[in-house]
């Protein structure tokens, strides 16, 4: 295993400067998703060199996308330009989020409304989800399902599951260890993907007549 990860972030830090963003998308603050997305940035920090930029959706201040989104109306969305100028400038995300009754939270849900092709636009995304049991499982599937249609963001093949959260990150457990080497090995795969679809968001042209993902 650690020579795999050696290999991948030796390949990650080819690039000069590598920019990931981590979205918690929890509706409470503080949350558990909350404790994972730091440890998330620490481990892109530490482990890859990144910078990262780590936004918690429930402190944001956004408000809940409506037609008067596009034209920017109203003070709910004054705090969108700085975000969208962070996106702009990433080359990766991270989406951790909960599962609340089987869903991803609403905040998580809007915040895939928010955001176009021009902020996440071809740039890959790992999800995290987080579950204080077992579950987790089907918020991956619903935004896999239809989370980058019109954003056009790339959900890589990896996913991570952080169960019963409150036994693990940051603190050790006898589970623990092998949750942090996945997780450390999806962050890897992610930053491969960030060089990769680098030369694509280089190249594409969008054609406003297909500018949707269907």
Request: net charge negative.
């Amino acid at each position: 295993m650690l020579d795999v990860l050696s290999q991948i972030s030796h390949v990650a830090r080819k690039r000069v400067t590598v920019k990931v963003t981590i979205i918690v998308g929890s509706q409470r603050s503080p949350s558990a998703s909350l404790r994972v997305g730091r440890y998330v940035a620490g481990e892109l920090e530490d482990q890859f060199e990144t910078d990262t930029f780590l936004l918690e959706l429930a402190t944001s201040g956004l408000g809940f996308w409506d037609t008067d989104f596009s034209a920017k109306n109203g003070p709910q969305w004054e705090n969108w330009a700085p975000i969208s100028d962070h996106l702009k400038t990433s080359d990766a995300l991270v989406l951790v989020f909960p599962e609340w009754g089987g869903m991803a939270p609403p905040i998580m849900k809007n915040f895939m409304l928010l955001a176009s092709k021009d902020e996440i636009g071809d740039k890959p995304a790992l999800l995290v989800s987080v579950s204080s049991g077992m579950g987790g499982s089907y918020p991956i599937a619903e935004l896999r399902a239809s989370a980058g249609k019109n954003s056009r963001v790339c959900l890589i093949p990896d996913h991570m599951i952080v169960r019963k959260v409150d036994e693990v990150l940051p603190e050790s457990m006898s589970c623990d260890l092998e949750i942090r080497d996945r997780l450390r090995y999806h962050l890897g795969n992610t930053l491969l993907y960030a060089d990769a679809l680098a030369k694509v968001r280089e190249s594409v042209v969008y054609n406003p007549l297909y500018k949707f993902g269907l």
